[in-house]
């Protein structure tokens, strides 16, 4: 079975990261995805280089999703924002809360992404399909697993029409959410995030940094091969691979690839799940 693929990139900051960007999403689209979508740095500091991207993806044909965080925000900024996109041709949005630039106070009019779903939708209607964020390891500010299930419940009964996971390593972890948001009466998809592994150093800084799990045994693993690259990557490989093989095999709606701006790993990825171009 041939699941929907999407993909995520985020927005580059030079002229000559453009380019390399324009040639992984090229390679990416033979892969026919539902959507690709970009990222939003932390109050809204990458907005002109998001819309950029987002503006290219819908150019060259594609299907483009806006992350949109709302931290520090006010009703007028957001309203405006909806309105460009809008004007854009968007058609979808990954609603967050986000995080405050460094240095920061909190301010703004929203505090939830919840509070910001409710509000695209008063002022929107159906114009947006609204994706949102979840956490099958439990976000790391969360107070406990059942206030981050309370969370993402609040999110779709805010209007959310999909969501979107964290990335992770273990399949349990996301079956057993799937499970527990359907016991709150939950039917919104929810789509895992996948990670491909292909340096050791940068998925233990981001894992530590957003609380995805690495399996000791993956951990112990990648710090066994060192600076040794093709190792790593081989050995990430299997892993990935086998996690997409159990999401699909159990149900999963959906891929969506956490690209990293590169194409070779999640090519990779999608040619051993049997994926054509």
Same mark, same amino acid.
């Given at each position: ?7 995520? +990139? ?96 909190? *301010? ?43 969370? +993402? ?97 159990? *149900? ?26």
């Amino acid at each position: 079975m041939q699941l929907p693929l999407s993909f995520e +990139f985020f927005p580059t900051k030079t002229p000559e990261g453009a380019v390399k960007l324009r040639a992984v999403r090229q390679q990416l689209y033979a892969m026919r995805p539902e959507f690709c979508s970009v990222t939003y740095g932390a109050g809204g500091s990458t907005h002109d280089g998001t819309f950029a991207a987002v503006r290219e993806i819908l150019e060259e044909g594609g299907d483009a999703a806006s992350h949109f965080s709302c931290i520090g925000a006010t009703k007028a900024t957001v309203r405006a924002q909806l309105g460009e996109l809008k004007a854009m041709g968007v058609k979808r949005l990954v609603a967050l809360r986000g995080d405050l630039p460094s240095g920061y106070g909190a *301010g703004g009019e929203f505090q939830y992404a919840s509070d910001l779903v409710a509000f695209i939708r008063e002022e929107t209607g159906r114009d947006f399909h609204i994706e949102v964020a979840c956490y099958p390891e439990v976000h790391p500010q969360a107070r406990s697993p059942e206030s981050d299930l309370k969370a +993402f419940a609040e999110k779709v009964r805010a209007g959310a029409d999909s969501a979107i996971t964290q990335y992770f390593f273990n399949a349990d972890a996301y079956f057993r959410f799937v499970d527990e948001a359907q016991r709150l009466g939950i039917a919104t998809p929810i789509v895992p995030g996948v990670m491909p592994i292909t340096s050791s150093t940068q998925l233990m800084r981001f894992s530590d940094a957003c609380g995805a799990e690495i399996p000791r045994w993956v951990r112990l693993r990648l710090q066994s091969y060192g600076d040794d690259v093709a190792s790593i990557k081989a050995f990430g490989l299997d892993v990935v691979t086998r996690l997409c093989e159990q999401l699909r095999d159990g *149900g999963a709606p959906a891929l969506h690839f956490y690209t990293m701006n590169q194409s070779a790993a999640t090519l990779a990825l999608l040619e051993r799940l049997g994926r054509r171009a």
